[in-house]
Nanobody, 122 residues
Framework: QVQLVESGGGLVQAGGSLRLSCSAS????????LGWFRQAPAKEREFVAV????????AYADSVKGRFTISRDNAKNTVYLQMNSLDPADTAVYYC???????????????WGQGTQVTVSS
């Protein structure tokens, strides 16, 4: 059974940092792009960041550029999202995903985790 499991979410004050992790099991994702998306209450799921299968290409949403960093460790089948200078607007459930394209399209990702809550207080 293929699973993506996120961890590292929590409650943090504005200006603080969190590091999300997503571990995959059931198959290797070393040939897949890995992405992070988020969904706030009453809002659609939105792209946050993506990293190509070999780690050479990354892309970020404008709203997180310069604050968030995506990375991956293929040996551990894990993708990370380092989030700095957090703002209350970053409050959402964060999902990791895996797919064959390095893209910001939600529909391009075949595998999804269950999500981890990030809450930023002002």
């Amino acid at each position: 059974q293929v699973q993506l499991v996120e961890s590292g979410g929590g409650l943090v004050q504005a200006g603080g940092s969190l590091r999300l992790s997503c571990s995959a099991s059931g198959r290797t994702f070393s040939s897949d792009a890995l992405g992070w998306f988020r969904q706030a209450p009453a809002k659609e799921r939105e792209f946050v960041a993506v990293i190509s299968w070999y780690g050479g290409n990354t892309a970020y949403a404008d709203s997180v550029k310069g604050r968030f960093t995506i990375s991956r460790d293929n040996a551990k089948n894990t993708v990370y999202l380092q989030m700095n200078s957090l703002d209350p607007a970053d409050t959402a459930v964060y999902y990791c995903s895996a797919g064959s394209l390095t893209t910001n399209w939600v529909s391009a990702y075949a595998y999804w985790g269950q999500g981890t809550q990030v809450t930023v207080s002002s």
